[in-house]
Each structure stands twice: as structure tokens, then as C-alpha cells.
């Protein structure tokens, strides 16, 4: 199924130019459905060569789809954000653009990784109330990653920083200068996994496995040589941000002076239903980050929110899993349908 995108710029509340992506459409009963990318990725990263995505799926059940490219998106200028930034500036920004475009006063999301941590935050902040069911892969409130990724954040960022203002998973296809060149041979040398050299890139980049961020058995062959070319930079100013909130077991500001202060500190200022979705093998974020989140969530409404940890399924291949359509995206449009 070809999918037919008009581009709609809109502002960050800071000034950043990011945009929107709406699927062109017919009749939408169901309403506006936002769908939030991670991060050094963009908004195309939902729709993959395969003719029942997830894009496909929202329209046939009714959904009209949009797509936010936010700061960290690979199709806008590359830049030094951190999570705050996104959460205070960008999604907000998205929601209202959404919300004024279609006269819905009410909409539903789907976040995804650093997408998802952002997104949360402007949650329980209140700043995007027009927000009733949000739907979270992979991570969200609670990040907790596999020990040899605490590790590399540990040891390994102090080193990287010195020498490098962003990583490049796309540097795989292409190595323009000495030190993606040594990037490259680094990755080359650690990585034997039967995936491209773009994809062991994103593995060493942002998660512990052989590969990190998908089983390799739920990816075809053309999605495999697609997404090599959905991945550019991603700022150093990133991991210093979610290494804190590693550490901590839980986000929290960046910049802020008392190491105990986190954005659970009061109760969520958001109504939102929150279905959280994690694979059981995901090697970037432990099924433990959305664990913890829906524990907590659990405590303050029980019974209100919702949790599925999915066997035989990682991290991204949630969304391009060559049987996402049949295993995850029925779930999700379930929980979508129940508002």
C-alpha cells in the first residue's frame, strides 16, 4: 500500500523548525493518532516496505494518521538536544499543531523510545492534556538498560565525547573522515552478527547485543536493507542526558542542581490511559524500563493502565517485525479502540 504525506511545518515553543507528516486520507471516524519516532531515526521509521505496517493498519481501522518529526529527527538540521528540550518545547508544540489543524480537541499517540522518554515527561508535566491513550514501546518513565550498556555509558561516552559531537550508524554506508573511518573498523572488528554494517552500527551505538535494537530472524531482507538508511545523527548531548537518568533508575532534568529531583516527584498531571509495550528481548532498553513505569503507574490507578511484554520481539522490530502485523499492531489498535 503507497502512503501519500503532506508536510506541515510548525514551530518547537522555543523556535526550532520541526513538522508533521499527515497521511492523505479518506474518512477518519476515529479520529487523529499521533505517531512519535526515537531518536537519530524520523517519522518514516513507521513506515517500512512491508504492505501492512502500522500506517496501513491505523487506516483501515479509521485513524487519521500523523507523523511528528521532532528536534531529533534525521530530516531536520542535526542539533544538541537533550530530552528536556524535546519534552518542554517539542511534542507540546506537535500536539496543539494536531489539534488545531483537525478541530479535534482530543487525540491518541504512539511514542517510541526517546520519543517515548520525551513524551512522558510532557505528560506528567501536563503539558499535552489534549492526550487520552498513549501507547509506549520500549521505554518511557523508568529507563533501565542491560549491564554492558550502563558499562559503555560509564566508560565508553567519556572517550567518545572527547573526539566525537555525534555518533552515525549511517556511517556504515559512508565513513567521510579519519574518525568515522576508525568508527567504522571498531565496529567492524566487534560485530559479527549476519546483519550490515549500518545495522551493527546502530547495535554499538545504542544497546548491548549482537544486534541490539531486533532479532534478525523478524526482519526480511528488504527490511534489512531499508532501514540502513533510516539512521543519521544522534548528539553526544543525548547520552549525557540519559545516562543520568540510567543511573538513576529513573528520568530526570539534566541540568537540574539536586541529583534527587526526578519528573515523578508529584503525581502525574495527565488523565491519559497508558498502555506500555516492551519485547522481551529488546537489548537497547531491559522489559524491566516498562516494568517499573507500569508499576508505578499501577499504584496511583489501578487497573487504569496496561502492559504487554511481547516474546519474540526486541526493540524497533516491534513496528517492522515481518509479523508485527498479526503479533503487535491487533494489540495496539485494541487498546486505541477502547477510548
Known sequence: MSHHFETIAFDARDGVKCNLKHLINGETPKGPVLLVHGAGVRANIFDPPTAQNLITQLTL???DVWLENWRGSIDLEPNTWDLDQVALNDHPAAVQKVVELTGHKQIKAIIHCQGSTSFMISA???LVPQVTTIISNAVSLHPVVPKFSAFKLKLYLPFIKLFYKYLNPAWGLDAPNFKAKFLRLLVAASHHEKDTLVGKFVSFTYGAGFPALWLLNNLDRKTMDWIQYEFAEVPISFFNHIKKCVRKGVLIPLKSS????????????????????????????????QRNTFNYLEKIKPGFHKLYILE????LDVFFGKNAHKDVFPLMIQELNKN
Open 124 to 126: 506528567v508535566l501536563g
Open 258 to 289: 539536586n541529583y534527587n529531583t526526578t519528573y515523578l516527584d508529584q503525581a502525574p498531571k495527565t488523565n491519559a490511559r497508558i498502555i506500555l509495550f516492551g519485547g522481551e528481548q529488546n537489548l537497547c532498553f531491559h522489559p524491566d524500563s
Open 312 to 315: 519474540g520481539y526486541s526493540h
Open 61 to 63: 481501522e479509521g485513524y
